[in-house]
Structures are given as structure tokens and as C-alpha cells.
């Protein structure tokens, strides 16, 4: 089973910035797509950006030109640059490939709040 092993979040003030690590168990990872998902309290998870195997990378409107999604297929990793956060980013992040895998790692909580 693929494992997903996301890290990195925490408590900011609005305008802070993060970054969310994810280390996953699949092989081989550098042909797929990843992505960055969040899910906030009594909403369902959404898409926040992804990234293909050849690098081009997709945001949600909603913080596309506040963060940005890398990965280092030597490292099996996949990256989630936040800036400019804001209040309606707090939600717990997970990773995972696109399509999805069945299996979802226990997330990172990303708080926005001053």
C-alpha cells in the first residue's frame, strides 16, 4: 500500500508563509502526477495544485500567485510553497497522486489566524 507522509504545517498569522513536505512510497514516483489537497472543517477536500511528471504545475484560482508546487524525484517528495497565507487556507493538507491512490496519508494542519 502507498504511503503518504506529509510535514510542515503549523500556526500563522495572516500574510505568513509555509511549506509542506510530502515523502511518498511510490514506485516508480517520478511518472506521475502529485498534487496538494486540502480539506477545511464541514467541507469536502479540493485540489489545490498539482504537478506532472514533466513539471508543469496547476493552482486552484483560489491561490494561484500565492503558492507554488515542487517535487524531487530523488527524493520520492512532493512540495508546497504558501505565501501571502490567509484565513481561508486553514484546513488540513494531504498529498496524493492524480488520480488518486485509495490510500491518504494523516495530512499536515495549516492554521491562518490572527
Known amino acids: 500500500q502507498v504511503q503518504f507522509v506529509e510535514s510542515g504545517g503549523g500556526s500563522v498569522q495572516p500574510g505568513g508563509s509555509l511549506r509542506l513536505s510530502c515523502v511518498v512510497s511510490?514506485?516508480?514516483?517520478?511518472?506521475?502526477?502529485m498534487g496538494w489537497f486540502r480539506q477545511a472543517p464541514g467541507k469536502d477536500r479540493e485540489l489545490v495544485a498539482h504537478?506532472?511528471?514533466?513539471?508543469?504545475?496547476n493552482y486552484a484560482h483560489s491561490v494561484e500567485g500565492r503558492f507554488a508546487i515542487s517535487r524531487d524525484n530523488d527524493k520520492n517528495s512532493v512540495y508546497l510553497e504558501m505565501n501571502s497565507l490567509k484565513p481561508e487556507d486553514t484546513a488540513v493538507y494531504y498529498c496524493?497522486?492524480?488520480?488518486?491512490?485509495?490510500?491518504w496519508g494523516q495530512g499536515t494542519q495549516v492554521t491562518v489566524s490572527s
Open positions: 504537478i506532472t511528471n514533466g513539471l508543469i504545475a
Open positions: 496524493n497522486r492524480l488520480p488518486n491512490l485509495p490510500s
Open positions: 511510490l514506485s516508480p514516483f517520478r511518472i506521475n502526477t
